[in-house]
């Protein structure tokens, strides 16, 4: 059959004779060129009928252009109809083949970020899922929690995945209300999410969405409609034995905690009130004490390289796999006093606008392991060598003050709980090692005065912070944390790899650095 690029007559003509091709294909060609062909629009039937003669069918297919997947179609035009159909037929048998979702619960939360995240579904997802012929049920929140009310209580029968368009902190409450339903039979399991969650990058962080790749809404929708996903691990965050919530990104204590709780008495700012909080309490900044116990299992100084969309790191078959079954107390504890200017335990790489490379550029999708980073109190001018080091992806652990553990589990236990009243009263926390922080992130010197950074003056006892997880603030500072290997699945590939010479994500601006 001879293919043609049909003129704009010819599309008209495709249109008015009404074939319903519902069309579509995946073409795999190696991983620079992987096209999606999914069905075309249905034909808009109210134009009348020219009198011409011959047919087309659209084929419509996702192409990778550096990190962004892009839209594109392709007409395949052929007068002798009869020859056309066996394509169309061909082509739709291997689609129907595909694992790909076919009805989706959408849950747009509008006053995220800029407030556009109705706009963006509307116009830049919902055509791709419709010329996808995915079904979908819509439910735009009207409260903060309405997300984690609906996703523990409705009935998934029949959804193939949920699908968020928000920022991390209405992602995270649709994780939260996946992973607390209650079990069918009533037994206590390890968490694990009974579908898979794409999110469309609508809020002002965007933290999960720049980590799991698909920080660009049309990237995001591909990726879900071609039913391309990977496995996250999940964070359970404990206080005195009670589950708290469960985390994907980052949760952190201290300055970050302190600029978070600022920054929602600004939310009317939209995104830029994160700006100025930070600045805001940069010069009120001051270290928290307290000490830091945490589980470590062997293969936790192996080198990890960042991780990408083929990262075999993530790919490796995992020893605590969906859910872990075993090896959930394996390991040494270990301890570290404070004082801190941060206390930080990053999930996956938590890249984002502000940190391209991500605060923890070290961390996985699903490594298994959770990525303690302590920063210890010192000076303003250090502090912010930190903060440009982690922006620039320029080493940040490789500083004296920085600390950077690889961890199973971690107890943070502010001196304000007090020694002998802990919330959490692990008796191992008791057993746990005093740890030579040289060993860990270079040379530490402890600071002789707390003032550096505007703490406290000695004899007043010293307020504790508050915890910044994944965007939402949670005031109970001696909390547990533990890594849930491969709890969900989340649509996406991972960051997709840069070819020598193109742009920094696909937008054409090139960048110096490439990796
Ligand atoms: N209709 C609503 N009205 C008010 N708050 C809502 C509504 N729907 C959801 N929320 C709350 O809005 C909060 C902020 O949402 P989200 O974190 O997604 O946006 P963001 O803070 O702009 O983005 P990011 O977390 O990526 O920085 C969430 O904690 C969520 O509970």
Known sequence: MALATPSDKDIFKLILY?????????????????????????????????NTCGKAFAVHYAERVGRRW???VQHFHQKNVALLQPWVDQ?????????????????????????????????KVQPIFTLAGVQTEVIQTTHAGHALAVLRRCSLHGQDGVVVVGGDGTLMEALNGLLTRPSPDGSDRPPCAPLPIGVIPAGSTDAVCGSVGTADPVTAALLIVMGVTRWVDVCSLRTAGQLLRYSLSMITYGFFGDVLQDSEKLRW???????????????????????????????AMEPHKPCF???DVCLRE????????????????????????????????????????????RAHLSDGWAH????????????????????????????????????????????????????????????AMSVDSTAAGGEWRAPERITATGAAPAGRRPLDSVWNCDGEVVTDPAVNLRVHPRAIRLFGRGVERLEEGSGCCGCGRRTKKQI
């Not at 200017?341 to 490379?357: D, F, G």
């Open 18 to 50: 009404d074939i319903k091709f519902q069309s579509a294909r995946t073409m795999w060609h190696g991983n620079q060129k992987e096209h999606l062909i999914v069905p075309v629009a249905p034909p808009d039937c109210s134009i009348p009928a020219p």
């Open 70 to 72: 892009k839209l594109r």
């Open 91 to 123: 082509l739709q048998s291997l689609l129907n083949g595909e694992q790909r979702p076919r009805r989706l619960l959408v849950i747009i939360n509008p006053t995220c970020g800029s407030r556009k995240a109705p706009n963006i579904y509307t116009k």
């Open 269 to 299: 700012l939209g995104p830029m009130r994160y700006n100025v909080a930070g600045a805001g309490r940069f010069w009120r900044s001051r270290a928290y004490r307290g000490s830091v116990a945490f589980r470590t299992a062997p293969g």
């Open 309 to 311: 969309a083929d990262c």
């Open 318 to 361: 995992p020893v605590e796999a969906e859910g872990e079954t075993q090896g959930q107390n394996d390991g040494e504890w270990h301890r570290v006093s404070g004082p801190f200017l941060v206390v930080s335990s990053a999930n996956v790489s938590c890249r984002c606008k502000i940190t391209p490379e991500g605060m923890c550029p």
């Open 372 to 431: 303690l980073i302590l920063v210890r109190q010192t000076s303003r001018a250090n502090f912010l060598r930190y903060m440009y080091r982690s922006a620039a992806g320029k080493a940040p652990f490789d500083l004296p003050f920085v600390e950077y553990y690889r961890v199973k589990e971690f107890e943070l236990l502010p001196e304000s709980t007090g020694d002998d009243q802990r919330l959490l009263g692990e008796a191992h926390i008791n057993l």
